[in-house]
């Protein structure tokens, strides 16, 4: 499938690939990528072929100011970033949906599912960071960096994975938002699974378990993989991943057949 886009909000284009499912009985699923990532990565390609093996839609989307999309990347905030999946939602959409989020994705479709709970019938965290802007960033700036960032309004920080991250004091003050680790309980009822590299030296393997705790879902569970990294990319990563789609799969299916029946 080409790249297409679709324009939401005035202003606003947001570029995405959808493939259609061809059994109607199975969810569809949507991918929400991490921060400064785009729609091209090895997780969003094996879910998109792993999903048309198996006849369920899938989409997978750039947020703005990431990828194909429009915007500048330090405009952006999680609860723009939020809306742009929520928009991918609403519109790209039908019925229920497994949400799949990595990294500072996992955070967006945690959002997501509290905004939308009757289309989210599963969410799977690839190493699910929720709360990053806080504890990650500037909950480890020295006070040099803090008063950088207040001066300039940016700072710039060194990442695993190329160019440093610029994180801006928009982005910080306005994710302080949506926190959602806090200690209260975060509403979200449906089948999660939480995949996690135990040498994931970016998100700390326990953000998964505090995760587990603060939600109200009763079938939760946290999957680890001792030789895993951050992006879960390897083939035993993506192997975890395969699975945990097809379990909540089955799950969503089951009980749409349960409802039916009853």
């Known amino acids: 499938m080409s790249l297409q886009k679709f324009s939401p909000r005035k202003g606003v284009e947001i570029a995405y690939h959808k493939t259609a499912g061809t059994d109607d009985t ?3 699923v949507v991918f929400c990528g991490g921060f400064m990532s785009d729609m091209t990565g090895s997780k969003a390609v094996f879910l998109e072929e792993f999903c048309k093996k198996r006849g369920q839609a899938f989409v997978r989307f750039d947020y703005t100011g990431h990828g194909s999309s429009s915007g500048k990347f330090t405009d952006g905030t999680i609860g723009s970033w939020t809306q742009d ?7 790209l959409t039908d019925g ?14 945690m959002l997501v599912t509290l905004a939308r709970p009757d289309r989210i019938a599963g969410l799977i965290g690839i190493a699910a960071a929720p709360d990053f802007t806080e504890e990650i960033y500037y909950g480890t700036l020295t006070d040099d960096q803090k008063r950088e960032l207040d ?23 306005e994710a302080r938002r949506h926190l959602l680790l ?9 089948p999660i699974r939480l995949l996690h590299g135990k040498e994931d030296t970016v998100v700390p393997w326990g953000k998964s378990l505090r995760i587990s705790k603060v939600v109200a879902a009763k079938d939760v569970e946290v999957r680890f993989l001792d030789s895993g990294d951050h992006s879960l990319s390897c083939e035993e990563g ?8 097809g379990e909540l799969t089955d799950t969503a299916t089951s009980r749409v057949v349960s409802l039916h029946s009853a």
């Open 26 to 28: 199975l969810p569809g």
């Open 85 to 91: 999946a929520l928009d991918v939602i609403d519109n």
């Open 96 to 109: 229920p949906q497994i949400l799949i989020g990595s990294s500072m994705g996992g955070w967006v479709s």
């Open 151 to 173: 001066e300039k309004g940016i700072i710039h920080l060194p990442s695993e994975y190329g160019e440093p991250y610029p994180v801006t004091e928009g982005l910080v003050k």
């Open 182 to 190: 806090g200690g209260s309980l975060v509403d979200i009822r449906c």
């Open 238 to 245: 993506l192997k975890m991943l395969g699975e945990a789609v």
